[in-house]
């Protein structure tokens, strides 16, 4: 029979395997500044392949002025700075895109300053645009700067309603829902949160 010490130990030790084995899975999904969101996506959409989200790019660099090819190389390259989500915004049958920063980063100038690379994410949260497929290219539909986009289950002329994820300057989390009005995304209401 094992004495108690070892038998604690024992199960210490079984504890931290069985939690070392199931990090990655509790890991899934995309991580925003320390914090994971599941975006829900349904079989059938396929992730992008690589010349759609070199399109994607593409586009986002020539939509949002503040996102250039040099601020994404400085945070890391596309691969590693951008992540690219599949959703049917309308139920065409196309696939749309949120296309999304992943975090910011600081850089060592050549002349020993810091650089902050920001052009991705906010100080709190990095930024999304949703992407919607035309049949000839994509085309920019909603944007949000430091707030999520989440898909919502209703739709308004034929297109999802959206809610943003984001927190104020005093720490209260806000969520604007926005409704398609047939020609582009517009706040409907806005629930403010308790203080944290």
């Not at 504890?15 to 991580?31: D, E, N, Y």
């Not at 586009?59 to 700075?81: E, F, N, P, Y």
């Not at 959703?87 to 895109?97: A, C, F, T």
């Not at 992943?102 to 100080?123: K, Q, R």
């Given at each position: 029979?094992?004495s108690?010490?070892?038998?604690?130990?024992?199960?210490?030790?079984?504890l931290?395997?069985a939690?070392?084995?199931?990090?990655?899975?509790?890991?899934a999904?995309s991580?925003?500044?320390?914090?994971?969101?599941?975006?829900?996506r349904?079989?059938?959409?396929a992730?992008?392949?690589?010349?759609?989200?070199?399109?994607?790019?593409?586009?986002?660099?020539?939509?949002d002025?503040?996102?250039?090819?040099?601020?994404?190389?400085?945070?890391g390259?596309?691969?590693?700075?951008?992540q690219?989500?599949?959703i049917?915004?309308?139920?065409?049958g196309?696939?749309?895109?949120?296309?999304?920063g992943?975090?910011?980063?600081?850089?060592?100038?050549?002349?020993g300053?810091?650089?902050?690379v920001?052009?991705?994410?906010?100080?709190?949260r990095?930024?999304?645009?949703?992407?919607?497929?035309t049949?000839?290219?994509?085309?920019?539909?909603?944007?949000?700067?430091?707030?999520?986009?989440?898909?919502?289950?209703?739709y308004?002329?034929?297109?999802?309603d959206?809610s943003v994820?984001?927190v104020?300057g005093?720490?209260?989390?806000?969520?604007?829902?926005?409704?398609f009005?047939?020609?582009?995304?517009?706040?409907t209401?806005?629930?403010?949160g308790?203080?944290?």
């Amino acid at each position: 029979m094992l004495s108690k010490p070892k038998t604690f130990l024992i199960l210490v030790a079984y504890l931290f395997v069985a939690q070392v084995i199931s990090s990655p899975a509790q890991q899934a999904g995309s991580s925003k500044r320390g914090r994971t969101f599941r975006r829900s996506r349904p079989a059938a959409l396929a992730q992008p392949t690589s010349a759609i989200r070199q399109e994607l790019i593409q586009q986002l660099i020539g939509d949002d002025s503040t996102v250039t090819s040099s601020c994404i190389d400085k945070s890391g390259g596309a691969d590693r700075a951008i992540q690219v989500e599949p959703i049917d915004l309308n139920r065409d049958g196309k696939v749309d895109y949120v296309v999304s920063g992943t975090g910011g980063s600081i850089n060592m100038t050549s002349t020993g300053t810091m650089e902050i690379v920001d052009c991705l994410c906010g100080a709190r949260r990095c930024h999304d645009w949703l992407y919607l497929n035309t049949g000839a290219g994509y085309k920019l539909v909603f944007s949000v700067k430091n707030g999520g986009i989440i898909p919502l289950a209703t739709y308004t002329n034929g297109y999802r309603d959206l809610s943003v994820e984001t927190v104020l300057g005093n720490s209260r989390p806000v969520t604007p829902i926005y409704k398609f009005d047939g020609t582009r995304y517009q706040e409907t209401k806005q629930r403010t949160g308790r203080r944290r």
